[in-house]
């Protein structure tokens, strides 16, 4: 009995300095957190960073959330949430430091190596060979973006992976990337963007798709300088959202308010909170009001241009930190002694690790610096080169740029002296070298690096059928994902009808509802789910129903998916296939084809511009091989001309950036791709006639462009070139005269003035006539290359 009752008295005393222990040690991670932002304005206020912005004011309720962050969570955030990275052991001080001064060391700065603004978090995904880590075991940060909300779309598509992993069977043996869809994705955002677009339609999806998504807003009542009167119905976002409150017998989410300076209330509610979004996959949102920012929003200005002498002295007693140390010293959990130790511990581990990350980040400089003047000392008899030496040697915090430009001023004055050559080598391994580290990672660079995949030509059988195009793509589709558990297709009219073009007409019904399946019409959240799905290691084909309505899509794709793998250095690839239909057809909305504002907004991703379904499926086999984002544009005006069917549907590849000829000539070389291929070879039956040949190349990709200069090759034979497409004047067509005459050096080889043949630069006028007037057509393209014939 006595020993019993012991053992509780102990059981209690452990649990109690249990309890003890993780509150300090929060309100230590909080000090630390704090002396960070401190520190870093100052940082950024002598010169040392650029720019900075920092989490002061939110320390509390981060502690409070990070508590319930597990293995195997994600977080799709923004950035101020540097007491979350810390809490979770997923940032040291030290490494906030580096990435402040944009120390290019991935070591030092995990998050990008130097590639973000300061605050802009990640954790690695993949390994150097692009394979998908055990991110069922990790906490996981998906890379950080500087758009507010932009993080929203993705976040859904994180905490919807969950589910696909709870509800697909075929799923079940990826242990590594999931544990039954437990995961639940935290997902922060600031009052004030809310008011975004991405905002509610995620807020909207998240409700009608009952995913484990937890929403924290830090309401601090400011977006920069304009408050949340100007910002939220109401000025609550929880007030607003209430329409949207799940009950018992509908979906919807669940809506908590927090005050961001009680710790212990803040605990208290999300503890069993988040557990509910666990268990049972539906979405919260945790509204957490009276949040301050001490310093205001970030190092380019002050707060007292736009707070009150009332609001300033409010955030002075209601600071995060101030209350937790009255909590803890009210409930004795430690004496005013003891916290300020804590409190001079944190300032001097702060200095010290702010210390460590400056002398990492300007050693390697430093090295750099001597070891150039000591190669311009070859030439110090040079009295200009003497005093570049000299000034580089003066500069106190000298940077890779520095170095750069004495050495380019330095070779300038020596000109062809043989005395600089080593000079001269030193210079030019330096670009190499730099770009090696400012300019990779754009794409995948290893094996799976799309332009990798071998290509492997289709096979056909003798008897080999001939069908419509669109039977082409629901034969393959049918086979993919009898072969590859991965992929999982979705978007406007998928998943019930199989597309407004049939490309999945009855597979829903084969492979289920969770693999193939109709979306809202929410073209950005879309893309968000495919964002995440693709990040969590599965192999989204999303759907854009139209072309023209990419624009809706855009931003989450140029913004998130095109910087993933460049923003982490290689740490995380987004393989996402984007699938849409376009070119001409009919009308203002359903002819488009803005290739030009597409291949620029899109570097980063691959574009396939396919002329028919077989050579779409070619495309899409070698994508799946690959970790490389890419959008696949089918030509809507394909998916009822005949095609003969391959025999090796899933195996065959197109690969990237190959042209292909697609019709020999010696007169004039025609540059084209898409639908307008089609007008083109119409047209070219007509010059034949005339006795003048032309030879078609077919680009198949614009992104990449004819990497190995195929059509060069063929303006050599020809001197007289065209490019053809229906885009807006100076659009792709322009893109592709510049890639031949600049980069491939095509000028040499003209004969007569290079030609584009574009559509006009309106929206195509409907209907048929408005199509032959909109658009080029034979007739023009006949008449342009007679034209050329004769100069
Ligand atoms: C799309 C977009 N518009 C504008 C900005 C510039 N900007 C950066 S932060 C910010 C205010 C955000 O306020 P809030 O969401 O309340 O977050 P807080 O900084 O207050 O935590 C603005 C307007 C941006 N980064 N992205
Ligand atoms: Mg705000």
Same mark, same amino acid.
């Given at each position: 009995?006595?020993?019993?009752?012991?053992?509780?008295?102990?059981?209690?005393?452990?649990?109690?300095?249990?309890?003890?222990?993780?509150?300090?040690?929060?309100?230590?991670?909080?000090?630390?957190?704090?002396?960070?932002?401190?520190?870093?304005?100052?940082?950024?206020?002598?010169?040392?960073?650029?720019?900075?912005?920092?989490?002061?004011?939110?320390?509390?309720?981060?502690?409070?959330?990070?508590?319930?962050?597990?293995?195997?969570?994600?977080?799709?955030?923004?950035?101020?949430?540097?007491?979350?990275?810390?809490?979770?052991?997923?940032?040291?001080?030290?490494?906030?430091?580096?990435?402040?001064?944009?120390?290019?060391?991935?070591?030092?700065?995990?998050?990008?190596?130097?590639?973000?603004?300061?605050?802009?978090?990640?954790?690695?995904?993949?390994?150097?060979?692009?394979?998908?880590?055990?991110?069922?075991?990790?906490?996981?940060?998906?890379?950080?973006?500087?758009?507010?909300?932009?993080?929203?779309?993705?976040?859904?598509?994180?905490?919807?992976?969950?589910?696909?992993?709870?509800?697909?069977?075929?799923?079940?043996?990826?242990?590594?990337?999931?544990?039954?869809?437990?995961?639940?994705?935290?997902?922060?955002?600031?009052?004030?963007?809310?008011?975004?677009?991405?905002?509610?339609?995620?807020?909207?999806?998240?409700?009608?798709?009952?995913?484990?998504?937890?929403?924290?807003?830090?309401?601090?009542?400011?977006?920069?300088?304009?408050?949340?009167?100007?910002?939220?119905?109401?000025?609550?976002?929880?007030?607003?959202?209430?329409?949207?409150?799940?009950?018992?017998?509908?979906?919807?989410?669940?809506?908590?308010?927090?005050?961001?300076?009680?710790?212990?209330?803040?605990?208290?509610?999300?503890?069993?909170?988040?557990?509910?979004?666990?268990?049972?996959?539906?979405?919260?949102?945790?509204?957490?009001?009276?949040?301050?920012?001490?310093?205001?929003?970030?190092?380019?200005?002050?707060?007292?241009?736009?707070?009150?002498?009332?609001?300033?002295?409010?955030?002075?007693?209601?600071?995060?930190?101030?209350?937790?140390?009255?909590?803890?010293?009210?409930?004795?959990?430690?004496?005013?002694?003891?916290?300020?130790?804590?409190?001079?511990?944190?300032?001097?581990?702060?200095?010290?690790?702010?210390?460590?990350?400056?002398?990492?980040?300007?050693?390697?400089?430093?090295?750099?610096?001597?070891?150039?003047?000591?190669?311009?000392?070859?030439?110090?008899?040079?009295?200009?080169?003497?005093?570049?030496?000299?000034?580089?040697?003066?500069?106190?915090?000298?940077?890779?740029?520095?170095?750069?430009?004495?050495?380019?001023?330095?070779?300038?004055?020596?000109?062809?002296?043989?005395?600089?050559?080593?000079?001269?080598?030193?210079?030019?391994?330096?670009?190499?070298?730099?770009?090696?580290?400012?300019?990779?990672?754009?794409?995948?660079?290893?094996?799976?690096?799309?332009?990798?995949?071998?290509?492997?030509?289709?096979?056909?059988?003798?008897?080999?059928?001939?069908?419509?195009?669109?039977?082409?793509?629901?034969?393959?589709?049918?086979?993919?994902?009898?072969?590859?558990?991965?992929?999982?297709?979705?978007?406007?009219?998928?998943?019930?009808?199989?597309?407004?073009?049939?490309?999945?007409?009855?597979?829903?019904?084969?492979?289920?509802?969770?693999?193939?399946?109709?979306?809202?019409?929410?073209?950005?959240?879309?893309?968000?789910?495919?964002?995440?799905?693709?990040?969590?290691?599965?192999?989204?084909?999303?759907?854009?129903?139209?072309?023209?309505?990419?624009?809706?899509?855009?931003?989450?794709?140029?913004?998130?998916?095109?910087?993933?793998?460049?923003?982490?250095?290689?740490?995380?690839?987004?393989?996402?296939?984007?699938?849409?239909?376009?070119?001409?057809?009919?009308?203002?909305?359903?002819?488009?084809?803005?290739?030009?504002?597409?291949?620029?907004?899109?570097?980063?991703?691959?574009?396939?511009?396919?002329?028919?379904?077989?050579?779409?499926?070619?495309?899409?086999?070698?994508?799946?091989?690959?970790?490389?984002?890419?959008?696949?544009?089918?030509?809507?005006?394909?998916?009822?001309?005949?095609?003969?069917?391959?025999?090796?549907?899933?195996?065959?590849?197109?690969?990237?950036?190959?042209?292909?000829?697609?019709?020999? @000539?010696? #007169?004039?070389?025609?540059?084209?791709?898409?639908? /307008?291929?089609? %007008? &083109?070879?119409?047209?070219? *039956?007509? =010059?034949?006639?005339?006795?003048?040949?032309?030879?078609?190349?077919?680009?198949?990709?614009?992104?990449?462009?004819?990497?190995?200069?195929?059509?060069?090759?063929?303006?050599?034979?020809?001197?007289?070139?065209?490019?053809?497409?229906?885009?807006?004047?100076?659009?792709?067509?322009?893109?592709?005269?510049?890639?031949?005459?600049?980069?491939?050096?095509?000028?040499?080889?003209?004969?007569?003035?290079?030609?584009?043949?574009?559509?006009?630069?309106?929206?195509?006028?409907? @209907?048929? #006539?408005?199509?032959?007037?909109?658009?080029?057509? /034979?007739?023009? %393209? &006949?008449?342009?290359?007679? *034209?050329? =014939?004769?100069?």
């Amino acid at each position: 009995m006595d020993t019993n009752n012991n053992d509780a008295a102990l059981q209690e005393k452990l649990s109690f300095d249990n309890f003890r222990n993780a509150v300090l040690k929060d309100y230590q991670v909080a000090c630390e957190s704090r002396e960070t932002s401190l520190l870093g304005r100052r940082e950024v206020l002598t010169g040392k960073a650029k720019f900075g912005i920092f989490g002061d004011g939110k320390e509390i309720a981060q502690v409070a959330a990070a508590k319930f962050f597990k293995p195997g969570d994600f977080r799709s955030g923004y950035y101020r949430d540097q007491t979350f990275m810390f809490a979770n052991g997923l940032a040291t001080v030290e490494q906030f430091f580096s990435q402040l001064y944009a120390d290019p060391n991935v070591e030092h700065d995990p998050f990008s190596a130097g590639r973000q603004m300061n605050a802009h978090f990640a954790t690695k995904f993949v390994n150097e060979d692009g394979d998908w880590l055990n991110l069922a075991q990790l906490k996981n940060i998906s890379s950080d973006i500087a758009p507010t909300a932009g993080q929203m779309p993705r976040a859904l598509g994180l905490a919807y992976a969950s589910k696909a992993f709870r509800k697909i069977k075929e799923l079940g043996s990826f242990t590594n990337l999931s544990n039954n869809g437990n995961e639940v994705c935290f997902c922060t955002i600031g009052d004030a963007s809310t008011s975004e677009g991405h905002f509610w339609e995620t807020i909207n999806a998240a409700g009608v798709l009952q995913v484990p998504l937890a929403v924290f807003v830090w309401d601090d009542g400011y977006g920069i300088s304009v408050p949340k009167k100007y910002q939220t119905t109401k000025a609550s976002i929880s007030d607003a959202l209430k329409g949207f409150q799940k009950k018992e017998d509908t979906n919807g989410i669940d809506i908590y308010k927090l005050k961001g300076w009680d710790y212990a209330g803040m605990c208290e509610i999300l503890e069993p909170a988040i557990q509910k979004i666990r268990d049972t996959h539906t979405p919260a949102i945790f509204h957490v009001e009276e949040i301050t920012q001490p310093q205001g929003h970030s190092t380019s200005g002050s707060h007292e241009r736009y707070k009150t002498p009332e609001r300033l002295e409010w955030e002075k007693e209601w600071d995060g930190l101030k209350q937790m140390r009255e909590w803890v010293i009210a409930n004795a959990l430690a004496d005013e002694e003891e916290l300020i130790k804590i409190e001079t511990d944190a300032t001097q581990f702060v200095k010290e690790s702010k210390q460590r990350a400056w002398s990492k980040y300007i050693e390697p400089v430093k090295t750099l610096v001597a070891e150039t003047i000591e190669k311009l000392s070859a030439l110090q008899s040079n009295a200009g080169v003497k005093k570049l030496a000299d000034d580089l040697a003066a500069l106190r915090e000298p940077m890779r740029r520095d170095v750069m430009k004495a050495l380019a001023a330095a070779l300038d004055i020596v000109r062809n002296d043989i005395a600089a050559n080593e000079l001269r080598e030193y210079y030019s391994k330096l670009k190499i070298t730099n770009a090696a580290v400012y300019n990779s990672y754009l794409y995948n660079e290893g094996p799976k690096s799309a332009l990798k995949v071998a290509p492997n030509m289709p096979v056909y059988a003798d008897d080999a059928a001939t069908v419509n195009g669109y039977e082409v793509l629901n034969k393959y589709f049918d086979e993919l994902f009898t072969t590859n558990n991965r992929v999982v297709a979705f978007g406007e009219d998928l998943g019930h009808i199989g597309d407004v073009n049939q490309g999945f007409s009855g597979l829903q019904e084969k492979f289920g509802i969770d693999r193939i399946f109709d979306t809202g019409i929410r073209e950005i959240t879309i893309m968000g789910q495919g964002i995440g799905l693709a990040l969590r290691g599965l192999r989204p084909i999303a759907e854009i129903q139209y072309l023209d309505y990419l624009l809706y899509g855009l931003q989450p794709l140029s913004d998130d998916v095109c910087t993933t793998h460049f923003r982490t250095a290689g740490q995380q690839s987004c393989p996402l296939i984007v699938r849409t239909r376009g070119h001409r057809l009919e009308g203002i909305w359903h002819s488009g084809s803005p290739m030009g504002m597409i291949i620029n907004a899109l570097r980063g991703m691959y574009v396939c511009v396919p002329r028919n379904m077989v050579q779409a499926v070619g495309m899409y086999n070698t994508l799946l091989q690959a970790n490389d984002p890419a959008l696949v544009i089918e030509c809507l005006n394909g998916y009822r001309l005949k095609e003969k069917l391959p025999a090796n549907l899933t195996d065959y590849t197109v690969p990237l950036g190959i042209p292909e000829i697609v019709k020999e @000539g010696t #007169d004039v070389t025609i540059v084209t791709y898409g639908s /307008t291929l089609r %007008i &083109v070879l119409e047209a070219t *039956e007509t =010059l034949d006639k005339m006795g003048i040949s032309s030879e078609v190349v077919d680009v198949q990709t614009l992104l990449p462009f004819d990497i190995n200069h195929s059509i060069v090759a063929s303006l050599k034979k020809t001197n007289r070139i065209v490019f053809v497409d229906e885009d807006v004047p100076g659009g792709a067509a322009a893109y592709m005269f510049n890639k031949v005459m600049e980069e491939q050096g095509g000028y040499k080889y003209l004969d007569v003035s290079p030609r584009t043949i574009t559509g006009k630069a309106h929206r195509p006028s409907y @209907g048929s #006539d408005g199509d032959y007037f909109s658009k080029p057509n /034979t007739e023009d %393209i &006949v008449a342009v290359i007679k *034209e050329m =014939l004769s100069e």
